[in-house]
């Protein structure tokens, strides 16, 4: 078993940065490929971006492309998302995902394939 904790939502204001994390407790000697994912009010669960176990491998959703980066450190068993010019759009609960799937695995980007899930962690981008 893993448990996530995700940190670092706020109130920010359009075009300011945030940075999240996701801080890994348990059975941290698995590899595991984490993701990050939302889900904007009113709506479904949108992937956000993915990284492999050893940080070599990243895939992001179109909506955050060259605006939001992942990284990781496995020595403190933390995961980040780097957030700058947040959009008004970028405003949901923001959740970390972990599965032992290989990040080439199938669903790397379908929340379905995680099988650890932290509670959320509220960004709200104000106009």
């Known amino acids: 078993q893993v448990q996530m904790v995700e940190s670092g939502g706020g109130l920010v204001q359009a075009g300011g940065s945030l940075r999240l994390s996701c801080a890994a407790s348990?059975?941290?000697?698995?590899?595991?490929?984490v993701g990050w994912f939302r889900q904007p009010p009113g709506k479904g669960r949108e992937f956000v971006a993915a990284?492999?176990?050893?940080?070599?491998?990243?895939y992001y959703g179109d909506s955050v492309k060259g605006r939001f980066t992942i990284s990781r450190d496995n020595a403190k068993n933390t995961v980040y998302l780097q957030m700058n010019s947040l959009k008004p759009e970028d405003t949901a609960v923001y959740y970390c995902?972990?599965?032992?799937?290989?990040?080439?695995?199938?669903?790397?980007?379908?929340?379905?394939?995680?099988?650890?899930w932290g509670q959320g962690t509220q960004v709200t981008v104000s106009t």
């Open positions: 995902a972990a599965r032992q799937a290989g990040f080439y695995s199938s669903g790397v980007d379908v929340g379905g394939s995680y099988h650890y």
């Open positions: 990284i492999s176990w050893g940080g070599s491998s990243i």
């Open positions: 348990g059975r941290t000697s698995t590899t595991y490929t």
